[in-house]
């Protein structure tokens, strides 16, 4: 249980520091609630009516978030690699060029598909 002392006492830490400043700003802070405050957060920008039966929607930035995260989970496996490239060898850089081999050849494919195009 000694072990564990460090880290429970940074977790109490951190949620005495969470729980002192809610407290603080909500009893320091200016209470002044207008319509404005009060309404939901749209990033900004006034929200447009949709149509009743729902309409066309653009799918092109869902399909650049899904990118990304296929490439960002590609980029993952590379950390093992470098933590135990020592003990793999030549197997392991091997390997390891026929990811991102595979890796650049699928990103070349969705640059020639126009699918990093922001029009």
Known sequence: MEL???VLVLGALAAG???FSIVVS????PARYNRAKLDSYECGIEPTPQPVGGG???VKYYITAM???VFDIEIIFLYP???HFDAMAFF???EMVIFIATVFIAYAYVWRRGGLEWD
Do not use: E, H
Request: charge should be positive; avoid cysteine.
């Open 81 to 83: 690699w470098a933590v």
């Open 92 to 94: 392991g850089l091997a």
């Open 26 to 29: 909500s009893l320091t802070g």
């Open 17 to 19: 520091f969470a729980i």
């Open 56 to 58: 066309r929607f653009p």
């Open 4 to 6: 564990y002392t460090p």
């Open 67 to 69: 990118l990304f995260i």
